[in-house]
């Protein structure tokens, strides 16, 4: 699950590459590219067509797919009418609310060490992006709102994935989502205006920043709890100014490296004591 947020945490430094594509093209290009990866991996790892495997999964996979297009779509319409420290504040409360939706849906007690550390991670996160926040302009205000269904749709998508975990394969529900979000952002990625380099790296980021890491998520699904899934997603958000400090020179300020480390020792905190609490068992 480490692996999945360090991939995640590509994007920015990688969308800083690309020299002509608008927002929406870009979310359009690197969600169909993500689809024809999942969709060639899935043939080559089953041998049989993923849609059958996603028919397989009934409703959970509908559920599943749904809200994997909606997280590959809202972030970037979310970005057009607000900040990005807007954005990544809202996205924090994911921990939170995958929290309570495991205690309400799946009826899995949520250890007392889960509660600190997402307590602390968004103490973290708010020192990280607190400055930058801002609400002043009804634009912001709905661009939060809009926000806001990202964290919500990411607990119900881990939710959904926990529950079928033991008897359905929904891999295949990041393939629906990632079509379905191409889908709907083609009409405003039109006429496309991406070069040739663009495209080379929209590929990189739908094959690395977003088919191989959801396709992980879905698989730790199996073994870890959702609200330790939902946690240890917050790399994302503390990997993402460093790479954009190695890979593009923008230096982190002191908040960003103070709410970063108090964002991983929450982390390290939460999965040391769940080491422990594992041995003792």
């Known amino acids: 699950m480490v692996v999945a947020p360090v991939l995640w945490s590509t994007a920015g430094v990688l969308t800083r590459q690309i020299q002509s594509a608008g927002a929406f093209e870009m979310a359009f290009w690197r969600s169909s590219f993500a689809a024809l990866f999942v969709f060639c991996a899935l043939l080559a790892l089953q041998g049989r067509r993923p849609w059958q495997t996603l028919r397989a999964a009934g409703v959970s996979g509908l559920v599943s797919g749904a809200m994997w297009a909606m997280m590959f779509t809202v972030f970037i319409v979310a970005l057009t009418l607000t900040s990005t420290a807007n954005v990544l504040v809202m996205s924090s409360l994911g921990p939170l609310f995958t ?3 495991t205690f309400l849906v799946l009826r899995e007690p949520v250890p007392a060490r889960s509660w600190l550390a997402i307590v602390v991670a968004s103490a973290g996160m708010a020192a ?3 400055a930058g926040f801002t609400a002043g302009e009804p634009r ?3 661009g939060m709102a809009l926000a806001l269904t990202i964290p919500v749709a990411g607990a119900v998508n881990l939710v959904t994935l926990r529950k079928s975990a033991a008897h359905l394969d929904l891999v295949p529900a990041v393939m ?3 079509v379905t979000s191409a889908a709907v952002t083609l009409p405003w990625a039109l006429p496309f205006h991406a070069s040739g380099r663009d495209l080379l790296v929209l590929a990189t980021l739908g094959v690395f920043q977003l ?4 396709m992980l998520l879905v698989l730790v699904s199996r073994t870890l709890t959702a609200p330790e899934i939902a946690l240890l997603a ?3 958000v503390v990997l993402g100014p460093l ?3 190695l890979g593009a020179g923008e230096t982190p300020g002191t908040a960003t490296l103070a709410g970063g480390a108090i964002v991983l020792a929450a982390l ?3 999965e040391i004591a769940a080491l422990a609490s594992r041995k003792r068992v």
């Open 176 to 178: 629906l989502g990632a």
């Open 268 to 270: 390290a905190g939460n």
């Open 211 to 214: 088919g191989v890491p959801c």
């Open 128 to 130: 990280m992006f607190g």
């Open 140 to 142: 912001h205000l709905a």
């Open 243 to 245: 790479w954009a400090w």
């Open 99 to 101: 929290a309570l939706l």
């Open 234 to 236: 917050l790399l994302e």
